[in-house]
């Protein structure tokens, strides 16, 4: 059984920071790759970060430099800190494992395996 749960969400003003936690349970973190996705309302989930199991990390580029993902596998969690807010980064955000082996490219929903249920960050102005 394989569960992933987000926290740490809630609302902010512009300029603010929080940061995401989410922990995987019932997941072998060897052979995964574990990202953060995000969903504002009427949009398509987007992509955010990712980390590999190489601990090689990519973001997309609204977010570059401002968000930091980061893993630790002994407590089988992965966090998203998350600095500068701005009202645009309002979204659910997501928690997402994808079984990889380097030949994926991480970026495509389709090809994460498991998800969590979100956690709505909010940044008000």
């Known amino acids: 059984q394989v569960q992933l749960v987000e926290s740490g969400g809630g609302m902010v003003q512009a300029g603010g920071s929080l940061r995401l936690s989410c922990t995987a349970s019932?997941?072998?973190?060897?052979?995964?790759?574990l990202g953060w996705w995000r969903q504002a309302p009427g949009k398509v989930r987007e992509f955010v970060a990712v980390?590999?199991?190489?601990?090689?990390?990519f973001y997309e580029d609204s977010v570059e430099g401002r968000f930091t993902i980061s893993s630790e596998n002994a407590k089988n969690m992965v966090y998203l800190e998350m600095n500068g807010l701005q009202p645009e980064d309002t979204a659910v955000y997501y928690c997402?494992?994808?079984?990889?082996?380097?030949?994926?490219?991480?970026?495509?929903?389709?090809?994460?395996?498991?998800w969590g249920q979100g956690t709505q960050v909010t940044v008000s102005s």
């Open positions: 997402a494992a994808a079984s990889f082996n380097g030949r994926r490219s991480l970026r495509l929903p389709t090809e994460y395996d498991y």
């Open positions: 019932g997941l072998p973190f060897a052979n995964y790759a």
């Open positions: 980390i590999t199991n190489m601990y090689n990390e």
